[in-house]
């Protein structure tokens, strides 16, 4: 299992991705999930910091990834309310294209195998299956 806790500012990005890189390394993962794990999960990260904790820097986000049988979950939680996951609007809808923001759970659901959210929103795991077993 990895782990990193970081506070609610976007200049620790690097510190994900480093996180990110660590974890891709010593699960042996290819270059295709690197790039869609590097994608969804800083997505994930930055929605935390954004939305979740408000940027407000003492308000921390975990990082937490492991690896089950042929899946790689990564999982984000902030201290934030949370918010409805189930009433999203669609970011390709041509009201929305314009929209600066609003695609960040789009690319999430659509990098990965499998986006569940938790504790009202505030926790976000996502899958990664690898068809070679690591």
């Known amino acids: ?4 806790k970081i506070g ?6 690097p510190q994900v991705e480093g996180l990110i890189d660590e974890v891709c390394a010593d699960f042996n993962l290819n270059e295709d999930h690197y790039g869609n794990i590097l994608i ?3 997505e994930a990260v930055n929605n935390a910091i954004i939305h ?4 407000e820097e003492d308000k921390k986000v975990r990082i937490e990834a492991v690896q089950q049988k042929k899946n790689v979950i990564f999982s984000i939680e902030d201290e934030g309310n949370g918010f409805d996951f189930n009433d999203l609007p669609d970011p390709t809808a ?8 609003g695609r960040g759970i789009f690319l999430m659901k659509n990098l990965s195998d499998e986006v569940t959210f ?5 926790k976000v795991s996502i899958t990664f299956v690898t068809e070679d077993g690591a």
């Open 40 to 42: 969804a999960v800083t």
């Open 1 to 4: 299992m990895h782990t990193l």
């Open 8 to 13: 609610s500012d976007l200049k620790y990005m």
């Open 118 to 122: 938790e504790s009202d929103g505030s």
């Open 94 to 101: 041509p009201e929305n294209i314009e929209k600066p923001d």
């Open 52 to 55: 979740g904790n408000q940027n």
